[in-house]
């Protein structure tokens, strides 16, 4: 206990430092990704074939591909032919894209969840089919998404980590740094998962708060 004390009053700010870095990959590609599904969401319930093809493809192979090997083609592979990205956006990119197509399936399945006969009385009250969308489907299709999206969100903070590949400064990255340092690295993993856990757990407390405020407006 002492020792992890003293290490935490030595390094201390750098793991602060690096759960902000982790905090800020986790937040810019969590955007890019719920507007990458959404847009390859809509692309595969389309009715023009082209954009449902395209959509399909792109979510196979993303999802069919290790994020490690995505991450390391974007940020060596693209530099031998000229394509220099520094890090922090080679992650945001990579990141983005692949939780894009696992939030495109997670949207597409909660939007087709919604009953047939809801999209049918909007029709017949004349509503447009926008209206419909925004004020009858996605509303009722929150409870579907809210689950399994928290969860991918989860996963996705911890797949930060796999950035210190490329010498991004996040969490994992200062905690080998102090390993490196100090030798103790059984206990600087150890702080490094009790902040994991500390951000994991408590997203997954405010999304079953937000989850349980959805399902008391909707009954």
């Not at 909007?122 to 969308?133: D, H, Q, S, V």
């Not at 925004?134 to 399994?148: E, F, G, M, N, W």
């Not at 210190?164 to 998962?193: D, K, R």
Request: hydrophobic share 50%; aromatic share 10%.
């Amino acid at each position: 206990m002492q020792s992890l004390f003293g290490l935490w009053q030595r390094y201390g700010e750098s793991f602060l430092h690096g759960m902000l870095v982790t905090l800020e990959l986790t937040v810019a590609s969590l955007v890019v990704g719920l507007v990458v599904g959404g847009v390859l969401a809509f692309m595969r319930m389309s009715k023009i074939a082209p954009l449902r093809a395209i959509g399909a493809v792109y979510v196979e192979i993303v999802r069919s591909t290790p994020v490690i090997v995505e991450l390391f083609f974007v940020y060596y592979s693209l530099a031998q032919i000229g394509i220099i990205i520094p890090g922090v956006e080679a992650a945001v990119i990579v990141l983005g894209g692949f939780y894009g197509a696992l939030y495109s399936e997670i949207f597409r399945s909660g939007l087709m969840s919604v009953d047939f006969g809801q999209r049918e009385a909007a029709e017949a009250l004349g509503l447009r089919r926008r209206t419909t969308l925004l004020r009858v489907i996605v509303p009722q299709s929150l409870l579907a998404i809210l689950p399994p999206g928290t969860s991918a969100a989860i996963d996705l903070v911890k797949d930060t980590a796999l950035v210190i590949t490329i010498g991004v400064g996040e969490l994992m990255y200062q905690a080998y740094q102090a390993g490196s340092e100090t030798f103790q690295y059984t206990n600087v993993f150890l702080i490094a998962g009790v902040l994991y856990f500390i951000v994991c757990y408590g997203l997954s407390l405010t999304v079953r708060r937000w989850e349980r405020r959805v399902k008391a407006a909707g009954a």
